[in-house]
């Protein structure tokens, strides 16, 4: 069965400061992985995916993440927080052999101090 | 973006009434998914469809079906509503299963009184 963890629901950084938010999956076998973010009463925006290539996946708005399998953690980390980066950030396993359903986390809201 | 759109995009209803949402798709993506998204909770798939007529249940079916008669087409029908169906509902689809992305509309608030 597949589940995501994320470790922290909300988290509070100052602009100009690294992001990190966490995220530990459980999956069965070689999971696909995705975070996405969702703004304030806004749909969801696919930041970045890992699907079994290079470990450190690179995405949008500069943000990456790092796939460490002995971990079980799919990471989200950005160097320099933007006020923009202000939302709610979902991690997400994919069941890739069952119709591609997706497992979410309950997700994390950034919040960035000025 | 991927071409998805949802109707109503705001509704409020009341308790006992029927409601059905629905996902209109451009795409011609052969998966579409309902989910539910309640604070503390992230998304939730509701039923998801593999091809027209083709559905099967998510982790949160009671209350709810769902047809497909055409590839665009994916509605949500709550026979009769509840208060604990209040929700934002989302519509995703997917192109193929295996290493894909799903996509997702912009989301219809329901507000059942």
């Known amino acids: 069965a597949q589940s995501v963890t994320q470790l922290d629901s909300h988290v509070s950084v100052s602009e100009g400061t690294p992001v990190l938010l966490r995220c530990n999956y459980s999956?069965?076998?070689?999971?696909?992985l995705f975070w996405y973010v969702q703004h304030p009463n806004k749909g969801l925006q696919l930041l970045l995916k890992?699907?079994?290539?290079?470990?450190l996946v690179k995405g949008i708005n500069g943000f990456e993440a790092e796939f460490k399998k002995s971990e079980t953690s799919f990471h989200l980390t950005k160097p320099s927080a933007h006020m923009s980066d202000a939302a709610e950030y979902f991690c997400v396993v994919s069941d890739r052999d069952n119709f591609n359903k997706f497992y979410f986390g309950s997700g994390t809201k950034l919040n960035v101090k000025p | 973006d991927a071409g998805i759109t949802q109707s109503p995009r705001h509704k409020v209803t009341e308790t006992g009434t029927p409601v059905t949402l629905r996902c209109h798709q451009t795409?011609?993506?052969?998966?579409m998914y309902w989910y539910r998204q309640d604070p503390g909770h992230g998304l939730r798939l509701i039923h998801y469809s593999y091809g027209v007529k083709d559905t099967d249940k998510g982790e949160v079916s009671d209350g709810y079906s769902v047809s497909r008669s055409k590839t665009e087409d994916f509605l949500l029908t709550l026979e009769s509503a509840t208060s604990s169906q209040t929700s934002v509902y989302f519509c995703?689809?997917?192109?193929?299963?295996?290493?894909?992305?799903?996509?997702f509309g912009p989301g219809t608030r329901l507000t059942v009184l």
């Open positions: 999956s069965s076998y070689s999971p696909s």
């Open positions: 890992y699907t079994s290539a290079a470990t």
């Open positions: 795409e011609n993506h052969r998966y």
């Open positions: 995703a689809i997917s192109e193929r299963t295996g290493e894909d992305t799903q996509y």
